[in-house]
């Protein structure tokens, strides 16, 4: 093979150090396969074209109004349920609802993970119901917690839990299993004790499957938040967008529709936020 | 902690059970050791001593069980059949053929793993100068070279103060420049710290530099156990040292090539 061809450097990004600008800069510019370096606020791009889509055939006449609201109809709506203070209130109630089932579920989900990953006993006695969990659709399950719960908040906040946990115990169980057993000899051979084990190997070799587990979580909890706020609530987000229903009222049901995408992107930001944070050992193509 | 504690993941299936005892003295000893999996035995009766500061070499074939008898040394092997007696110094360190650094953990975090005295940070950090990295106690292992991570794998062993440093192929993955240093490290390293060591290698070179004591592993028994003075081991062109050499290749069934 002859030596590999010297290419001119693509002129896509400027040198980051300013005591090399001038310098000459030639390099043999591999294919590359990755999708190279992160940029900032890049994930914003997506929704804003979703955005600029919306506007432009609504402007043009080409989205009728009685099918979809204008986005500026939607604006003018929620600063109307702003000054009266109905949005805020509902908002502050779903959020307490997604909140409080978000964090049982992940308590629960992830406790449920260890002793299943940790001892056979639990695997063999935890694993089979979440796995038969798993296959009963979430919201089937409503009726019978209103017949046990009535249709107050633990009823909601029971069935956002019920949706929450199996995502976070399943990923995070996979991630458990998955831990190098190299890693368990090496823990061992360094003596470290049951309890270190889980603090230096197993909940860090955990992470990743757990905030893959996090973010179904999440999606899942609004989801399930939607589904009991539209069946049976006097408050929330959704009792909101049903109530507009019933009046057709378009505008305020397409702005329950916008802030819950606006939440479920807010919290798939956290989450991968934190995941970053958390996980910033590891060399992956995400970057 | 002695090495052989219980294991750390779910509970091993009572199989028989193989003895082992924290021998007094930091003397290790192996009585008539025999390890099978499945129908045909690994180790089909290993004796073997080494004295405290003793460097002892194991050669042998690949697959003639060296790793094996090493896992078991180190206490690793619960769910492997087998009987015979061991006693093994109450502190031992293994260092593997990868250097098994946690990746989500720092060079410091990893190096002081496990330790619970109070100065535990104070003495990793002097280990990881001893090895020649001193201020990389922050990086992740994946942003140092493979000789680096063996480096601190090295120090991860040796803050431990080990009487008995178990080493399976320690420098098999490096390239051979790297090897070289590395065993001028271990030279050092071993005569500050002075733990026993039984390195397993399939490298004869590396046994003869490093160690007193050569012994071949051949289905599943010591075969030959040579010993190397220290004049032998010192120079490669020591006068015994490549009869020593051609022994030794002939104890691992390697003709020697007329080529030189
Ligand atoms: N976990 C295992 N399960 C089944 N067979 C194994 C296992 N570990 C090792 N062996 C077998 O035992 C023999 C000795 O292996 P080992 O001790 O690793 O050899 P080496 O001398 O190369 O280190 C080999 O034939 C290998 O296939
Ligand atoms: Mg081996």
């Known amino acids: ?287 | 902690m002695a090495a052989h504690s219980g294991g750390l993941t779910a509970v091993a299936p009572s199989g028989t059970a193989p003895s082992a005892v924290t021998s007094p003295g930091g003397t290790v000893s192996v009585r008539n050791l025999i390890r099978s999996f499945g129908p045909k035995g690994v180790l089909n009766g290993v004796d073997l001593d080494i004295a405290p500061g003793e460097f002892v070499a194991l050669l042998g074939p690949s697959g003639c069980g060296k790793s094996t008898l090493l896992r078991a040394l180190a206490g690793l092997d619960h769910d492997v059949r087998g009987s015979g007696v061991i006693s093994v110094p109450e502190r031992v360190s293994v260092v593997f053929q990868d250097s098994r650094l946690l990746p989500w953990d720092s060079v410091l975090g990893n190096v002081t793993l496990g330790l619970r005295e109070h100065d535990a940070e104070a003495r990793a950090r002097k280990a990881l100068a001893e090895v020649g990295l001193a201020g990389r106690e922050k990086s992740w292992p994946h942003e140092l070279s493979g000789g680096e991570q063996q480096r601190v794998a090295l120090a991860r062993s040796l803050v431990r103060e080990p009487q008995l440093l178990l080493a399976d192929e320690p420098f098999g993955a490096l390239d051979a420049l790297t090897r070289i240093k590395m065993h001028g490290l271990l030279q050092d390293l071993i005569a500050a710290h002075r733990p026993a060591v039984l390195l397993v290698t399939h490298d004869v070179d590396e046994a003869i530099a490093l160690a007193d004591r050569i012994v071949v592993l051949d289905s599943g028994r010591v075969a030959t156990v040579r010993t190397v003075t220290p004049e032998v081991g010192s120079a490669v062109d020591a006068a015994g040292h490549e009869a020593l050499r051609r022994d030794l290749l002939a104890d691992l069934g390697v003709e020697p090539v007329a080529s030189h």
């Open chain 1, 1 to 287: 093979m002859s030596a590999a061809p010297v290419l001119e450097r693509p002129a896509v990004e400027p040198h980051q150090d300013p005591a090399l600008t001038g310098r000459p800069d030639v390099r043999p510019t591999g294919h590359r396969l990755g999708p190279g370096r992160r940029r900032r606020l890049a994930w914003l791009l997506g929704p804003s074209a979703l955005l600029l889509l919306w506007t432009v055939s609504s402007a043009t006449g080409l989205l009728d109004p009685r099918i979809l609201s204008e986005p500026w109809t939607v604006v003018a709506t929620a600063g109307e349920l702003l000054a009266d203070g109905r949005l805020q209130e509902n908002l502050a109630i779903s959020a307490q609802r997604a909140g409080l089932g978000l964090f049982f579920g992940i308590v629960v989900g992830a406790l449920l993970a260890l002793l299943s990953g940790l001892s056979r006993v639990g695997e063999a006695l935890i694993d089979g119901p979440v796995q038969i969990k798993r296959a009963i659709p979430g919201l089937a399950l409503i009726p019978l917690l209103i017949l046990w719960f009535g249709i107050d908040e633990t009823m909601k906040v029971l069935t956002i839990t019920l949706g929450v946990f199996v995502p976070v115990y399943l990923q995070t169980h996979a991630g458990l299993r998955g831990i190098d057993l190299r890693y368990v000899e090496l823990a061992q051979t360094v003596g470290l004790s049951r309890a270190a084990f889980i603090r230096k190997v197993v909940l860090p070799g955990a992470l990743p499957g757990f905030f893959l587990g996090l973010r179904f979580a999440v999606t899942g909890a609004w989801v399930s938040l939607v589904v009991v706020e539209q069946i049976n609530a006097t408050s929330g987000i959704g009792y909101m967008m049903e109530l507009a229903r019933t009046y057709g009222q378009t505008n305020i049901i397409v702005l329950g529709l916008a802030v819950y995408g606006i939440l479920g992107l807010i919290s798939d930001g956290a989450v991968r936020f934190f995941e970053r944070k958390a996980l910033s050992w590891q060399r992956t193509l995400a970057g």
